[in-house]
């Protein structure tokens, strides 16, 4: 082999120290690569026409598809721009390819004496579609071009390219997944961000419960998992596994903080002498960090501390208990948002009118849109053609729009039910005397600013509220609203649905309640006060306080349903909550059953992420299960992230990049039915 360096004519860095066809050593490699996700890692072209490949400097040339470009077919970039879609099929599932590109990651294990041990994985781009044989040449020409003494293994970047590698032995071409790869990370972000503030480490529940009155903006809470009534403060660390859509997370995502897994904490902290000191926590996609500071820093309250929210005025005059599929967007002040955003769900699904392309339709530079991306993704004909229906009119536009529509309306379902009104719950409040007393001497409470004495105010009203006879109206009105199911003795969940949530700064996931277990009358009504109640718990009055929302102004409207057995059920956000530039994927998780399990945190899901772009998807953890979903059903889960895609495109409004959070269950007859729609906190 000879090493041949770029020529010194050629555009670009004169410290470019790109080699061509050397073997690769540790030290070259560590000479030529960057580091991502705390793993140093190195592109590499193998040239099948030439019978050679490029190790490239990761300093000076960021994508593969560029070099190929500029440096070995001598393009310029402007003619690369111009047919970049076409160019990236060209290297990335043409069949018949010249090019195989991927990346080569360092790693380390443990031998058996525990000595550690570095191996090397090589991976190609997630949208590749790389065959069994083109996979199985690819690891055969970096094998024997790579140190005979480093491990390497090939990661299916893909379900895909699982599903081909399957066919291919093990012997040949050694393997390791994702998750395999990943799972036992000691450190994972959650939710980028920086915060100083002042470490607090609990060991357990209990000394957490004893100090949590005392925590405040300038803390940063460590423990192995956080409660959900976790306090507003300055960062969230974990040291056991969670998810990135866990309620506590989310509320991260909300607040902007940071939060991060990292499973090393309580040797750190007992090193560093971390805990009560002051620290620099950041977390980035490529690295976590904890500093100790020397000294206590002069911090400012966060900009969140003098936050102020304003509601949409309530409106309370007398209304109907309706059935969603009757409610629109625009009913939100009448029924709350989740209700009213279920009524819009109904709408988007059943009239088959609402643009859902709009996400793809945006220009992505170079690309002056999406679209032909979107109908290769529908299986519309013609997919490839240069430009795409962006490129070719308005019917071929049309004719998208419609196609979407009719997707999504295949995909999934919106859940019947009822909502009740705010009024309801305003003639319940007004009904009693001891009920208007007790929401006296909180809002004075608040009023004054007298926080000492607001839980003591919000619990006694609760008990209240859950103890207070319904009038007869509203009692006749609530249990008319939904006569087959509670006459059959059907099972019902009872879900809120607040104006005080899902808003711009203020998320307030997992702050209301629902009930899920409600048969006949009289735990109909029980669980109905029970939501009610939640309005005024003491977290959510504290957490509306902070933000200025006035209690006169804050109502809850109640949707019942009859509740569904589902196969699988979970959350999806129409992004990558941890790669926030990332456009291209849509962040799924799921476990048996409920998908209550996977947001309150009791069972570890598993984990995909899926391409809504240039299409494909890859198992990111297992969760508590142990194992992978079966080909067929993670088939139809890349078919509900692409709906979560499209129905972006309507409920995002003015911004289509702005995510959705959706909860969702899968029936037996293995269709999709969304729970719960609404923003995604970024």
Known sequence: MTTALLPSGTPGPATDRTVIGENLSLPLFRTLSGVL??????????DRCEDTWHLLDTAVHPFHVNYVATRILGMDLETLDAGLDAFNASVYTDPQRR???????????EDLEGRERPFLVLETTE?????????EEFYTFVRHRVDGRLPLLLKPANHGQEQELAAVSEVRVPRILSHQLFGNRTRMPLNPGEATGRLRWFRTAEEYRAAAGGLGWSDIVAMDCLPDDVPRVAGFINTAPITPLSHTNVLASGWGIPNAVVRDLPRLVERDGLDGAWVRYRVREEEITL?????????QAPAWHQQRIRLEPPLLEDAPALSLHRLRRADRDRYGTK??????????????TADLTTFYGKPRPPRRNLYHHLAAR???????SDGGPGRTGGAGVERLRQAAAEFA????SAPDGVALPFALQNRFLTSSPALQQAIGKLKMALELDAVEVLDSLCLHLQHVIRHTPMPEDVTRQITQAFPAPLAAGSRLVVRSSSNAEDLPGFSAAGVYDSVTTVRGEKELLDAVRQVWASLLSPRSVRLRHQVGISLDDTYMGVIIQQYAPAELGGVLVTCDPTRREDFRNVYLNCSPGSPETVVDGTTLPQQYLYNTVEGGGRTVALGSSGQDL??????????????????QSHFSEDDPDAPLDIEWLMTGEGGFRLVQIRPYAL
Request: charge should be neutral.
């Open 127 to 135: 949208a590749d579609t790389m065959n069994g044989a083109l996979l």
């Open 291 to 299: 500093i100790r500071l020397e000294s206590a820093p002069v911090l």
């Open 339 to 352: 209700a009213a955003n279920l009524g819009e769900l109904h709408h988007v699904l059943d009239s088959r």
């Open 378 to 384: 529908l299986g519309l004909d013609g997919a490839g």
């Open 630 to 647: 079966p080909a067929a059903t993670r088939n139809r889960l890349a078919d509900l992230a692409l709906t979560g895609r499209l129905l």
């Open 99 to 109: 090019f195989l590109l991927g990346v080569l990651s360092l790693h380390t294990d």
């Open 37 to 46: 996700a705390g793993h140093p890692y190195l592109k590499v072209v193998v």
């Open 409 to 412: 309306a295949r995909t999934v």
